[in-house]
């Protein structure tokens, strides 16, 4: 797809300016993203003994957006808005995506997809795209929503995934929430980000040889076979409807891990249907707002994994979003053995959040 047909308040850059370039691990076949347009000077990692706190409303960058960049797209109670053609923020949005301020990853005219290589290393440019959704409210966030408001927050993700997925260099894309300083975020605001890269996650070939192996041996999709058995077994399910289920996953990396799973079989997150957006608002807002009331509003993570638009062939991938509430700190047996120690069996977890 030409530049010309995609969403026009996206700016296109130079080669030169990508602020950032992915190096290759050939021994744990991952990518990393290294900062080099905006990296930080050496001192300025010196620890500082209390971080400071997320800012307040009167502070906060999403109050007003005239500073800030570009709308990709905005819905207003349920609906999508047209954007004004100056790149301007519609009048009324209850939900939009902007174009994030301090992009990691940015567009480039005329990408050439190559790998540079240096030796045993490899390099590719740190092309791609960087977005921020946020919510009208400055306080309320997903485990007060409606189901109308997480439902559009869905609408809102969809649209920009299928969107980004048209470009060629688009391998991946990472749609998540970091809620608190814990998590992750630097703005209290409720926000979420998308980014999409031409690198896909090292994740994602794992978990494809374990359902390969899986389907060899019984002719069935390991997630499938999961959620058939927890639906029936009932203690690892924290909320069902038609068409999605969340529970505790049998083996939970951590206290009080979610996912959120499509019942029917689906490896793409953008083939969900207008009923199945519906559905998921319910599973996630339900799921949020246990954790929140039974937790006391613990700081999280959570994000979709898809099979990417690579052109691989991924059909028996099964898309879901991963709830990682911040129960605990990877601390030196984590980091050391990758091997987790969650501090409550998932079916006490479940059991807890159901009755919320
Ligand atoms: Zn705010
Ligand atoms: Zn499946």
């Not at 026009?8 to 347009?37: C, F, M």
């Not at 997320?54 to 502070?59: A, F, Q, R, V, Y």
């Not at 005329?110 to 921020?132: A, D, R, S």
């Amino acid at each position: 797809m030409s530049m010309a047909e995609f969403n026009g308040n996206h700016k296109w850059y130079k080669a030169a300016q990508t602020p950032s370039e992915l190096r290759y691990d050939v021994i744990s076949r991952g990518w990393v993203a290294i900062a080099t347009g905006r990296a930080r000077k050496p001192g300025s990692f010196q620890q500082e003994k209390k971080q400071q706190e997320l800012n307040g409303k009167e502070s906060c960058p999403f109050e007003d957006l005239t500073d800030q960049e570009a709308p990709t797209a905005a819905f207003f109670k349920g609906k999508q808005v047209e954007l004004p053609s100056n790149g301007t923020v519609p009048e009324k949005w209850t939900t939009i995506s902007l174009l994030n301020k301090y992009p990691a990853f940015i567009p480039q005219e005329n990408f050439q997809w190559k790998t540079n290589l240096i030796g045993p290393y490899q390099i590719m440019e740190g092309v791609g795209f960087h977005e921020v959704v946020i919510t009208k409210h400055h306080q309320e966030d997903i485990s007060q929503f409606s189901q109308e408001q997480t439902k559009e927050l869905i609408d809102v993700y969809h649209a920009r995934y299928l969107e980004l997925q048209q470009q060629d260099f688009v391998h991946y894309i990472a749609i998540f929430k970091n809620k608190g300083k814990e998590a992750g975020a630097s703005i209290a605001h409720p926000h979420s980000q998308i980014i999409a890269i031409p690198a896909t996650s090292p994740g994602m070939d794992v978990a494809l040889q374990g359902l390969r192996e899986f389907h060899d041996a019984t002719g069935t999709c390991a997630y499938c076979a999961m959620i058939s058995w927890d639906i029936k077994d009932e203690s690892r399910v924290i909320y069902e409807n038609e068409h999605f289920v969340a529970l505790c996953p049998f083996a939970s990396r951590v206290a009080f891990e979610a996912r959120i799973y499509p019942k029917e079989h689906a490896a793409h997150f953008e083939g969900i249907t207008e009923q199945g957006k519906w559905d998921l608002a319910l599973a996630l807002q339900k799921t949020l707002r246990a954790i929140s009331k039974g937790l006391g509003d613990p700081d999280y993570n959570y994000f979709i994994h898809t099979a990417p638009p690579d052109g691989g062939e991924y059909a028996l991938y099964h898309w879901h979003i991963e709830i990682l509430p911040k129960t605990g700190t990877w601390a030196g047996f984590e980091l050391g053995t990758g091997i987790e120690i969650s501090t409550i069996e998932p079916e006490k977890a479940a059991e807890f959040l159901r009755k919320q």
